[in-house]
């Protein structure tokens, strides 16, 4: 896959002035615009190249999808690609998620590179259980999605069996430009479904323990009262 660079002004609805007039044409639409003195068509016109209406909930996961914290951690293999896409070949400062944190709880994005063995499972469950709210999970590469070569006693067959796994990147290795191809994938998924399709397919409103056991399952009184105040404070 090509990775094409384009100008951020290609797609910036506001072009360069094409000339000096143009400009000075812009400067005294503003200084009427501040005056007061801009009216009818004219105001119309200058509210809206410049005013953009939205929703908070959309604005926020605008946000979201824009400033991933990755956890840092490596499973095999895989994470040697993983670590490349922070590199400037591959760059995935373009898309807001170079700043890998060292510490769960300043990160929301877990990047499963690699097989997962059956003793480190409940680690990286633990990882994820100490992320951020609301997080997700990229399952990278054979290993981490269906146990891959290793058909064995000793290998999870696929990380979804343990936590709730939002894109899967298909490859042995998959190359960097596929993590991002599926990372472009989740910041889509992000922005256009604030409810990610895991919570559906696994039965849960949340990402809380009691999602493990299907919907039939209840949360303790402990944890539903933790996840109604979590709720109020996200205002959800
Ligand atoms: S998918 Fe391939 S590269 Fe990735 S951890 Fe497994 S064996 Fe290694």
Redesign the pocket.
């Known amino acids: 896959m090509e990775i094409e660079r384009h100008k951020l002004r290609v797609h910036a609805r506001l072009d360069q002035p094409t000339g000096p007039e143009e400009l000075r044409a812009r400067q005294l639409r503003a200084r009427d615009m501040l005056r007061g003195d801009l009216e009818g068509a004219d105001l119309d016109a200058y509210v809206e190249e410049r005013v953009g209406i939205t929703t908070l909930e959309k604005l926020l996961n605008h946000a979201r999808a824009n400033s991933i914290f990755p956890a840092t951690f490596g499973?095999?293999?895989?994470?040697i690609?993983m670590m490349s896409t922070v590199s400037p070949r591959y760059d995935i400062a373009r898309f807001g998620a170079e700043a890998f944190r060292a510490s769960p709880r300043q990160a929301d994005l877990m990047i499963i590179?690699?097989?997962v063995s059956v003793k480190m499972a409940p680690v990286v469950r633990r990882i994820y259980d100490q992320m951020l709210e609301p997080k997700w999970a990229i399952s990278?590469?054979?290993?981490?999605s269906s146990g891959?070569?290793?058909s064995n006693y000793a290998v999870v067959q696929g990380a979804d069996k343990f936590l709730p796994v939002d894109v899967h990147v298909p490859?042995?290795?998959?190359r960097p430009e596929a993590l991002l191809y599926g990372f472009n994938k989740l910041q889509a998924q992000i922005v256009g479904n604030p409810d990610p399709g895991w919570r559906s397919r696994y039965g849960a409103e949340g990402s809380e323990e009691w999602a493990r056991s299907g919907p039939a399952s209840r949360p303790s009184g402990d944890a539903a009262e933790a996840y109604r105040r979590a709720r109020e404070v996200l205002g959800a």
């Open positions: 499973l095999a293999c895989c994470a690609e590179s690699g097989r990278m590469g054979a290993c981490s891959g070569m290793f490859g042995c290795p998959p």
